[in-house]
Each structure stands twice: as C-alpha cells, then as structure tokens.
C-alpha cells in the first residue's frame, strides 16, 4: 500500500475548486499547510485551510470537499480540515492575480478583446416577464455548459436574487466582491447589499455607480454570456448599460397584447440611438393552453411578431421573433420558488419554449455587422 506523502496530497487539493472564483485552491493560495502522520493503519492528514473572509460562505462547502478528496487517497485513515482566514497580504495578492494590478477597475466586457456575448433584457411594460426570461435564460444556457452571468440591473424593483433562489450575500476580497452562484450562474443584485424589506431611493448617478460597480468591481471571470436584467421602459439604466457595454445586445421581451407591443418597440428603439444590436424579441404570456389542448389568447395576438416586424423595419436589418412563451402555472411557481423552470420542470411548456431560446442565443456567433471596427479613414 503507497502511503500519502504531503506531495500526493497536495496534487489531489488541486482538484477542489473554489465554488465562487472557480480555480483550484491550491492555485489561489488557500492551501496553507499539509500535513501527514503516519500511523499504524495509514495516515492521519491534516489540511490547513485559508478562507478569503472570516464568514465565507463557502467554508462547509470547501470543508466537505477537501475532506472527500483527501479521504479518497489510498492509505489515508482520517483527515481533518484547520481553517484560517487569508491574511491582508494574501488578500491583495489574491486579488491582483485575479484582476491584475489595474490602479482602476475596468469593465471586462468592454475591452475590445472581450469575447463574452452581453445581452440586456428589455422591455417597455413592467410585468411582462423579463426577470423571468433572464432568469430562465441563464439557467438554460448553463445547463448546455456556457459559463453564465447575471446583472440585476433593475435597482429599484430588483426580483433576481429570489427567483434564482440567491440568499447568501457576495463574498469581498479587499475592494472586489465574489458573486454569488447559483444553479451554476454567477449572480450580483442591489438586493444582496440593502437590508430585506428596504426600498433602494437613489437617483440617476448613483445607479450608474452600482452598474458600473457590478460590472467592474465584480470579479466576474471568463464568462460565455452575461445576462442583464433591465428595468422596465428606457430610463437612466438602459442609456448607461450602452454606455459601458457598447457591444451589449438588447433583448425585447412584450405581451401579445398591441398596446404593450407599441411600448416595448419604443424601448427597442433606443437600440437606434445607442447603436445598440437586437438580438430578437420574446413574446410572453401568448396563450393559456386549457386540459383539452385549445389555446385561450389571454392577452390577445401577434404583439411579439408585431414588434419584430417593426424594429426590422426601423433598423434596416432582420429582427427576429425568437419564440412565444405560454403562460405557464409551473414558470411562475418555479421563479417564486427560487429554481427556474427550466431547471425545475425542463418538460413544462413554457421551460420547452425557453429552452430553443437559449439554444438559439448559446450558438449565435458573434457578429461584425452594425459594429464599429475602430478604424480610422486615412486622409490624404
Ligand atoms: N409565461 C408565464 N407564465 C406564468 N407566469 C408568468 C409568465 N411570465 C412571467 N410570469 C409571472 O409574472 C410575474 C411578472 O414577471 P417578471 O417579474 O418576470 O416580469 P418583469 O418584466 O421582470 O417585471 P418588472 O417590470 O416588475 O421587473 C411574475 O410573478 C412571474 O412569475
Ligand atoms: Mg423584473
């Protein structure tokens, strides 16, 4: 039988990843000691562990599984995990290895080497679903394996964290903060800061400051896709959203309904001024299917094709109208109870609609078009 040596064990910790920042503990420094004592049976190892704040949330989580992958050593007899806090010097060097020694944060999704595709979710209405799509969206595309983010960006009326079933506030490590993940997607919302019950009264700049924050301050890692869910109509949010994120596409989410249609083709027409993309529309709430299979139009027809058609016509380039999503008695139950459908009931109408939705945005290539390549025209 080989015995443990402090080398074996340390290979095998490589193997825990640190469930907010996704890297293996041993590369982030959180490993502080091995040690093996060998006894009669097999050894005894002991794993000194430092935490990146005091109230981790985490710690259960890596205690489990440092426990479990040491355990799982031939010749090892019992292990026993001895958790410390990081202290302010390895904090900072954890946080310029994560984010380099930038004196200001920059937003990575701004750069122009970003790869990762940034769709806000808007529409003109409150109500219609949009936290819903984002949430169900994300969700969806993390199960096909996309790395996945969420912005709350709705400051005021902030309903992600409880649809993505969130409680547990972000972890900081000096002045950047370790979203939360939940089902497999990193999520940041005002609501993870402000006291429950507490209304958020702020005015225009400082909403900018909590976007850019989130956006910038947020340590965010390689990510696929960043979703994010905008308040409803065309305020301060959606002009600032396009500011830090020119390459940010807009995702129009309506009713049926021809009113709410008109607003929400106002909302993607802000797209014009901010040179933003489209990347489609969503109708939600198209039909109530009943026992016998007849569809009742609740809120009347055609909204969503409606406002595709016009945004195509008022952008020049196709807008497409990426699905229609029944009203759905497990979509609703499912947002309230913090796992989204499609998670939750992947069988569900309205979970099967958003599913081909995520599909169709996860295999979407990134587009030159309507972009600015930022040339310069040579003068002669
Ligand atoms: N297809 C659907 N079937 C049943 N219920 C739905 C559906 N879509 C959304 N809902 C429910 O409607 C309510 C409003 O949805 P949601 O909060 O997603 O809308 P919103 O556009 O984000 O609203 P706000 O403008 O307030 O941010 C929620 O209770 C949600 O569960
Ligand atoms: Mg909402």
């Known amino acids: ?27 982030l420094g959180m490993v502080r000691s091995v040690d093996v004592a060998p006894g009669p049976d097999g ?38 995990v001895d958790l410390g806090v990081m202290s302010a010097e390895q904090r900072a060097e954890l946080r310029s ?48 394996g996309l790395k996945v983010g969420v912005v709350d960006a709705d400051v005021y009326g902030f309903s992600i964290p409880r649809m993505l079933g969130v409680t547990q506030a972000p972890t900081k490590v000096d002045d950047m903060i ?13 609501g993870m800061f402000v006291p429950a019950g507490q209304p958020v009264v702020w005015r225009g700049p400082m909403l900018h400051r909590a976007l850019q924050q989130f956006l910038a301050d947020v340590f965010w890692g390689d990510l696929d896709v960043l979703l994010l869910d905008l308040p409803p109509g065309t305020g301060d949010i959606a002009i600032s959203v396009a500011q830090m994120l020119p390459t940010s596409e807009l995702l129009v989410v309506t009713t049926p309904q021809p009113a709410a249609a008109e607003v929400a083709e106002r909302a993607g027409s802000i797209a014009l001024q901010t040179r933003q993309q489209l990347v489609g ?18 809120f009347g027809a055609g909204g969503g094709q409606a406002v595709a058609d016009n945004l195509s016509r008022a952008t020049g380039t196709p807008v497409r109208l990426l699905g229609q999503i029944p009203l759905d008695l497990e979509l609703r139950a499912a947002g309230d109870a913090g796992t989204p459908v499609t998670l939750a009931s992947p069988d569900s109408p309205g979970a099967r609609v958003l599913h081909e939705i995520a599909s169709s945005l996860a295999h979407r290539s990134r587009g030159l078009a309507g972009r600015s390549l930022g040339l310069t025209p040579v003068t002669r």
């Open 1 to 27: 039988m080989s015995a443990p040596t402090v080398e074996s064990v340390t290979a095998a910790l490589a193997g825990v990843i640190d469930p907010e920042i996704r890297r293996p503990i041993t590369e």
């Open 43 to 80: 050894a005894a190892v002991t794993v000194g562990v430092d935490l990146t704040t005091a109230g981790c949330p985490m710690k259960d989580t890596i205690t489990r599984e440092v426990t479990a992958t040491v355990r799982g050593l031939e010749g090892v007899t019992s292990v026993a």
């Open 97 to 144: 290895m994560l984010r380099g020694d930038a004196a200001e944060p920059v937003i990575p999704f701004a750069q122009p080497d970003n790869l990762t595709r940034v769709y806000a979710v808007a529409s003109g209405k409150g109500g219609v679903g949009k936290s819903s799509v984002t949430a169900n969206l994300a969700v969806a595309m993390a199960q096909q």
């Open 178 to 190: 370790l979203p939360p993940v939940a089902h497999g997607v990193k999520v940041i919302s005002i």
């Open 281 to 298: 529309v969503v109708e939600n709430m198209s039909w109530l299917e009943t026992p016998d299979g007849t569809r009742v139009e609740v």
